[in-house]
């Protein structure tokens, strides 16, 4: 397995994709424009998002170790979201200092509640940032898809969070109800990852390289890190990336909800 970004560096690329979110908002013709990838959403209501979830977790790592999330995860009395536009844009901005600061004061080691406490994911505030960062990086390129100019992922964001992906959401003890499989994802960077899917679950291994059997991939899937990214998260269709083997693996792994 590759090393995880330290937290200074995931503190620095939250804040600047946490930079390019509020710059899309500040460029946008009309807040109330339908978010293509979200289409439920508006603008306004992809910045409210954004921005509380980000308070929300400030609260959650602040708490420190937790069987559960506290019952009042932001700052008490959290101003909501303003809808003038310069207004909008400062709280967003308060609202991702509260996270950086709340994870830079805990440190990468020290434990809080997570939802994914059967992954193979640490439930601690590194992991934390980890999670956020991807959250703010899509939902950078949602806002930017909004506004008609869509940015690909950075490549260190994009070639972490293929890792964080299928570690954090995919990784589970939950029984994978179909047959065993194993899949190889392949990002053009230079990188890949091996999922096994079985009656124990869905593990992440050592990928797959020239010393182990290809044959034992049951299917594929290829492309840059950033598409992969934008597809496990449903921003791009899965047949976008370049897929190999039996295809009909990837359309159980879309539908499954493990119950854990």
Known sequence: MTTNLDLPTLLRLIDERST??????????????????????????????????????????AAGPADAPPAASGPAGAPTPPREREALVAWLAASTQLLLDALREAGPDRGCWTWWGDSQSPQTCGAVARHQLQEVAVHTYDAQITVGAPQPLPDEVALDGVDEFLTTCCATTAAWPHEPATVDYHAAEGRSWRLRLSADGARVTAPPTPATDPDATDASARGAAADLVLAFYGRVPVDSLKLDGDRHVFDRLVAWEPDV
Do not use: M, N, S, Y
Request: charged share 20%; with cysteine.
């Open 20 to 61: 390019a979110f509020r710059a899309a908002i500040a460029a946008a013709p009309d807040l109330d424009a339908q978010v293509p990838t979200c289409p439920e959403w508006t603008l306004f209501d992809l910045a409210q998002h954004l921005g509380e979830g980000r308070r929300k977790w400030a609260g959650i790592v």
